[in-house]
């Protein structure tokens, strides 16, 4: 079993929809949890923090977490072309030291 | 402006050659990583420093090798027992404990000629 894992995708969803990614990870005892967007050829770059449980809103942005459930969801409101990129789900490991990075989601807004 | 710098940008690796890529940041970090991304896949880690002077061997350490002899320094040794190395190889920054988020630099581009 992977430590973090994600749907490669692709995912395509028409402008102004909803998109949804998805994360499931393996060590119940991780603390923090991460969504970053990574544009081809590009490095990646943070877009959402989540430490606890329930749901964490920036902008179109909305972060959320089950430790229950080992799962973490991104939402993207109003999708836009610009917001076709990979989407990495990362999970800081248990002690705090490493952070472990899912495949990643490819996402395709289409306009 | 604060951040993290690699170099170079696109590096060619000759059959049997160690190559070393840059990483320096000016964010005042304790800790720092490498990263190697493959093509379609996610990103894993090589090694891992959390203070000058010490490093830790990250999940796909065989064919590296790295130094930590300035908090500002993090360079990566591609050495020849590294069968495999094109990639795209990211270099990250953050201060150490469990709510941290990583900086990034731009990346290194690493093929075989």
């Known amino acids: 079993q992977k430590e973090v894992e994600q749907n490669s995708g692709p995912l395509s969803v028409p402008e102004g929809a909803i998109a949804s990614l998805n994360c499931t990870y393996s060590?119940?005892?991780?603390?923090?949890f991460f969504w970053y967007r990574q544009y081809s050829g590009k490095s990646p770059e943070l877009i959402m923090s989540i430490y606890s449980n329930g749901d964490k809103e920036d902008g179109r942005f909305t972060a959320q977490l089950n430790k229950a459930s080992q799962y973490v969801s991104l939402l993207i409101r109003d999708s836009q072309p610009s917001d076709s990129a990979t989407y990495l789900c990362?999970?800081?490991?248990?002690?705090?030291?490493?952070?472990?990075f899912g495949a990643g989601t490819r996402l395709f807004v289409k306009a | 402006d604060g951040g993290i710098t690699q170099s170079p940008k696109y590096l060619f690796r000759k059959e049997g050659q160690n190559v070393t890529l840059s990483c320096e940041q000016n964010l005042n970090h304790d800790a720092m990583y490498w990263y190697r991304q493959d093509p379609g896949q996610g990103l894993r880690l090589i090694y891992y420093?959390?203070?000058?002077?010490?490093?830790q061997k990250g999940d796909i350490a065989e064919g590296y090798s790295v130094s930590r002899e300035k908090k500002e320094s993090f360079p990566l040794t591609v050495t020849s027992a590294q069968k495999n190395p094109t990639a795209f190889y990211l270099c990250?920054?953050?201060?150490?404990?469990?709510?941290?988020?990583?900086?990034f630099g731009s990346g290194t581009q690493l093929s075989v000629l």
């Open positions: 060590d119940r005892g991780s603390q923090s």
């Open positions: 990250a920054s953050g201060i150490p404990g469990g709510a941290e988020k990583l900086f």
């Open positions: 420093s959390q203070i000058v002077n010490d490093f």
């Open positions: 990362a999970v800081r490991n248990t002690g705090g030291f490493k952070t472990i």
